[in-house]
Nanobody, 128 residues
Framework: QVQLVESGGGSVQAGGSLRLSCVASGRIFTIYAVGWFRQAPGKEREFVAS????????YYADSVKGRVTISRDNAKKTFDLQINSLQSEDTAAYYCAASSRAYYSGNYYYISGTYEYWGQGTQVTVSS
């Protein structure tokens, strides 16, 4: 069993920055990869970023490349999503997720079904 709790969301002016955090508890060492997804009202959940246990491999959606950094601290059992230059299109509920699956290809970590553990979400609202 793994539990995830997000924090750090809020209302931010366009062009500003936010740092979202996720705290993991339970059988932490079963986790191989963690990631962030987001979902806006009326839209499907979409991939944002992911990072492997080692921290050597990271993956980002094209829509956020250059503005987003994902990081992981295994000792603290946390992982963060730094978002810079926030745009109105970034407004969404952001979810952290964890996967115990070790795939041979990083492509699998763009897929929500790869992650079996999910947080409840934290809202990010970008305004003018």
């Amino acid at each position: 069993q793994v539990q995830l709790v997000e924090s750090g969301g809020g209302s931010v002016q366009a062009g500003g920055s936010l740092r979202l955090s996720c705290v993991a508890s339970g059988r932490i060492f079963t986790i191989y990869a963690v990631g962030w997804f987001r979902q806006a009202p009326g839209k499907e959940r979409e991939f944002v970023a992911s990072i492997m246990r080692s921290g050597n491999n990271t993956y980002y959606a094209d829509s956020v490349k250059g503005r987003v950094t994902i990081s992981r601290d295994n000792a603290k059992k946390t992982f963060d999503l730094q978002i810079n230059s926030l745009q109105s299109e970034d407004t969404a509920a952001y979810y952290c997720a964890a996967s115990s699956r070790a795939y041979y290809s990083g492509n699998y970590y763009y897929i929500s079904g790869t992650y079996e553990y999910w947080g409840q979400g934290t809202q990010v609202t970008v305004s003018s």
